[in-house]
């Protein structure tokens, strides 16, 4: 029974007629709105909301957000104590699985991970036929897209076993994927995995090794890295996300469904906003010709990129952790000149009313650019680094969706704005 005070009255003035809403945690169900119509020409109301941005597409418990307050928890335990005290893959069982693992579930977990990070040779063969200067981003969105024609079994994403196993090979392939991305821009030969390292470092090993036997990647690194793995491993609903949700919502193999995810990340305005912001350092310069880009943005000519978030309005956490790692990152490899200029643009934007008024501040990408930079990446691949981390997320997200009996294929309802009712004339009578 609901309590009358947890209800919305509606009254439809086109009809006098006043209708009870129940409100549950806080939303309005939007099939109630369908109720609220005037016959055959007016069948119901709907929502109008292009982006979602005040609607709410599934119940979860993965990832909790408190943009105004700055708080992100993965599974109820707050990022910052993830970030210093837990390690990537630790985190990726927490937030798929949804406690933190007791000790044998760990190793087995770890043991999993590291002994399917190969991939099948005929994988590695359609990764070496893209072009020399492919983007590394869609090298990975089409060899995990297809990685679904290795693995058949993955459509039975009913059997709990079967998709324990398509989780693993994801989270474990990734780093192998990625690295070859990468390795493939640069025409040096791919690096098998190192099944004697941590993931982390078995990523480093991947993307930078040469002929030495074994590499030995600084444990600086390392750690900023697991950093910013832990950072990146999940954030709600957001659009890769919700993409991978979409998709998955067909009951399309989780393959299929996080190369969508991948897609979406691509975007300049999700995570490539980290390529985005480098290069858009790049081409300020020098700090004297800071004043005159503000201005620029504030006229409209373009978006102050690593800044602002749909959710967050006073900081985003993610950067203040992110900040303390550029200075570990740093200490290794030395101070980047672009640190500088990202530093100046930081302060003048944040004292600007502009940005302030818009509750615009820096977003996580604002500063991973910068380390992924000094790690020596090109910008290209910042959104790979992106990408695998939040695979994990991806894959909590996808097997909540998978398990949720309110969940329907996604389809939403458009507003049709287009001519009705017209008389086809053929061509051959249109062109005379
Ligand atoms: N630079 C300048 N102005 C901005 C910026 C920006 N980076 N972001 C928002 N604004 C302005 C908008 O023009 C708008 O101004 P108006 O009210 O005068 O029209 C106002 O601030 C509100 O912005 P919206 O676009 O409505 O905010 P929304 O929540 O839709 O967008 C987004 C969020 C896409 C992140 C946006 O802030 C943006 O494009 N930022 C730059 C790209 C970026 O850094 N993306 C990374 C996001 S984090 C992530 O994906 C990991």
Request: hydrophobic share 40%.
């Amino acid at each position: 029974m609901t309590n009358s005070q947890e209800t919305l009255t509606v009254r439809d003035n086109r009809t006098g007629e006043e209708y009870e809403l129940p409100i549950t945690d806080g939303t309005i169900s939007a099939k109630d709105l369908s109720r609220i119509g005037t016959g055959e020409e007016n069948p119901g109301v709907a929502v109008y909301d292009p982006g979602f941005t005040n609607t709410a597409s599934c119940r979860s418990a993965v990832t909790f957000i408190d943009g105004d307050k700055g708080i992100l928890e993965y599974r109820g335990y707050p990022i910052e104590q993830l970030a210093e005290n837990s390690t990537f893959l630790e985190v990726a069982y927490l937030l798929i699985y949804g406690e933190l693992p007791t000790e044998e579930q760990h190793e087995k977990w770890v043991h999993e991970i590291t002994f399917h990070t190969f991939v099948h040779e005929n994988l590695r063969s359609l990764m070496q036929g893209f072009r020399y200067d492919a983007h590394p981003m869609g090298m990975l969105m089409s060899s995990v897209g297809a990685l679904s024609t290795f693995y058949p079994e993955a459509r039975n994403i009913a059997d709990e076993d079967i998709r324990h196993d398509q989780i693993v090979r994801m989270i474990a392939k990734m780093p192998t994927l990625g690295a070859w991305a990468f390795r493939h821009g640069q025409g040096k030969p791919y690096v098998y995995p190192d099944n004697e390292l941590s993931y982390t470092e078995n990523f480093l090993s991947m993307l930078f090794k040469m002929s030495e036997q074994k590499y030995n990647a600084d444990p600086r690194l390392v750690k900023a890295l697991e950093v910013l793995f832990i950072l990146h491993a999940d954030h709600e609903q957001n659009c890769s996300t919700n993409a991978v949700r979409s998709v998955g919502s067909s009951q399309v193999d989780p393959y299929s469904s996080v190369s969508a995810g991948i897609a979406a990340l691509y975007g300049p305005l999700h995570g490539g906003a980290n390529e985005a912001v480098l290069k858009m350092l790049r081409r300020i310069g020098t700090k004297d010709k800071i004043p005159a880009f503000i201005e620029g943005v504030k006229a409209g000519n373009e978006k102050l990129m690593g800044f602002g978030h749909r959710v967050y309005k006073n900081f985003d956490p993610r950067a203040t952790i992110i900040k303390k790692a550029c200075d570990d990152v740093f200490e290794v490899t030395g101070v980047s000149p672009l640190l500088e200029i990202a530093q100046e643009l930081e302060a003048i934007a944040l004292a600007d009313d502009y940005f302030i008024s818009r509750k615009l501040y820096p977003n996580v990408d604002f500063y991973s650019g910068l380390i992924y930079e000094a790690l020596k990446f090109p910008p290209e691949m910042f959104t790979v680094l992106f990408a695998i981390p939040r695979t994990a997320g991806w894959l909590a997200q996808w097997r909540e969706l998978v398990d949720d009996k309110d969940q329907k294929i996604a389809r939403p309802k458009q507003i049709y704005t287009g001519d009705r009712q017209l008389t086809f004339v053929p061509a051959s009578e249109r062109w005379k």
